[in-house]
């Protein structure tokens, strides 16, 4: 069975250094765009960063862009999203999302198609 397994999450200071990964097991990550979105509490989910299947476009919003930074690992079938210099309002449940795609596309899908979530992890800037 395929599923999504995010970690990494926790509680760190602001300034400070987080990488999460997401285990995306029974999933060929070239079929498929990858996006990480968060969620704060009582807030819209909202797109974070984003890699076509070929890894050719990637796409930060601006509020993390020379912050964070998505990466795949093909044959460990793992995502990760490097997040630097935290600031408290990165905080919320951050979550992994796949989109299925044509094999290596440059694609980057709408957020209504991203059909596979995970079930987030925690992260918490605080001092």
């Known amino acids: 069975q395929s599923q999504l397994v995010e970690s990494g999450g926790g509680l760190v200071q602001p300034g400070g250094t987080l990488r999460l990964s997401c285990l995306a097991s029974?999933?060929?990550?070239?079929?498929?765009?990858i996006g990480w979105f968060r969620q704060a509490p009582g807030k819209e989910r909202e797109g974070v960063s984003y890699i076509s299947a070929d890894g050719t476009n990637v796409h930060n919003v601006d509020s993390v862009k020379g912050r964070f930074t998505l990466s795949r690992d093909i044959p460990k079938s793992t995502v990760y999203l490097q997040m630097n210099s935290l600031k408290p309002e990165d905080t919320g449940v951050y979550y992994c999302?796949?989109?299925?795609?044509?094999?290596?596309?440059?694609?980057?899908?709408?957020?209504?198609?991203?059909?596979?979530w995970g079930r987030g992890t925690q992260v918490t800037v605080s001092s």
């Open positions: 029974g999933f060929s990550l070239e079929s498929y765009a």
């Open positions: 999302a796949l989109a299925s795609t044509y094999f290596r596309s440059s694609y980057l899908p709408l957020y209504e198609e991203y059909s596979y």
